[in-house]
């Protein structure tokens, strides 16, 4: 089994809708991130979580709410989606002390129609 | 700010023959710098990354990368690409400054091999 996983993989939905993607881990790691990547821009960091009470924004957080509801979960929520939030969604994780490193899910991408 | 540019949005090259992609980036105090390979339908995964030490680094799959600080760069290379190799690439530095670890990634180089 990965040691991040989304889901779900895939979702459709319409404007309006409330969407949720899930992220949980099992790498005992801390810090989670939600990025987004969109074709020519790269990855754009969304919310990021250094523990179950800290929750921070990122540099594109307006339109997305997250909640930590544990070590290992981390959930990113769009309230109403709109067409352009059509992307691929990554959750990450980091042992920063270790290695500096992120750990990626395989993404979840979201079509807004 | 940190930040990162990779110049190449798209490169070709021949199976067998070497590869270089370029990364400049910008930051005021000795980078964190990182680069992650996505294949297709594939998270990002790490290449390999440099702190401090040794200039040039080595990472998995056989790639390398070196940081020249006076050229603001972390070019990543390979001496005979494989097939398997086709992905994009992201270079990426961190900002470790204050205990938050904040990654910038570029906006990537989408690899594509030809027999």
């Known amino acids: 089994d990965a040691d991040v996983t989304q889901t779900p993989r895939n979702r459709i939905t319409k404007t309006g809708k409330r969407i949720m993607l899930e992220c949980s881990q099992t790498?005992?790691?801390?810090?989670m991130y939600w990025y987004r990547q969109d074709p020519g821009l790269g990855l754009r960091l969304i919310y990021y979580?250094?523990?179950?009470?800290?929750?921070n924004k990122g540099e594109i957080s307006d339109g997305y709410s997250v909640s930590r509801q544990a070590q290992a979960k981390f959930s990113l929520s769009l309230e109403s989606a709109i067409p352009n939030q059509t992307a691929l969604y990554f959750c990450a994780t980091s042992d920063f002390e270790a290695t500096g490193e992120l750990f990626f899910g395989e993404g979840s991408r979201l079509t807004v129609l | 700010a940190q930040s990162v540019t990779q110049p190449d949005i798209h490169i070709t090259v021949s199976e067998g023959a070497s590869l270089e992609l370029r990364c400049n980036y910008s930051?005021?105090?000795?980078?964190?710098l990182f680069w992650y390979v996505q294949s297709p339908g594939q998270g990002l995964q790490l290449l390999l990354k440099?702190?401090?030490?040794?200039?040039l680094v080595q990472g998995i799959k056989g790639f390398e990368a070196e940081f020249k600080r006076s050229q603001s760069s972390f070019n990543l290379r390979k001496p005979s690409v494989h097939w398997s190799d086709a992905a994009e690439y992201f270079c990426?530095?961190?900002?470790?400054?204050?205990?938050?670890?904040?990654?910038?990634f570029g906006t990537g180089t989408k690899l594509q091999v030809i027999p």
């Open positions: 440099y702190f401090s030490g040794d200039t």
């Open positions: 930051y005021g105090a000795t980078p964190y």
């Open positions: 979580s250094f523990d179950v009470k800290d929750i």
């Open positions: 990426a530095v961190g900002d470790l400054s204050g205990g938050y670890q904040k990654v910038t």
């Open positions: 790498k005992g790691h801390d810090r």
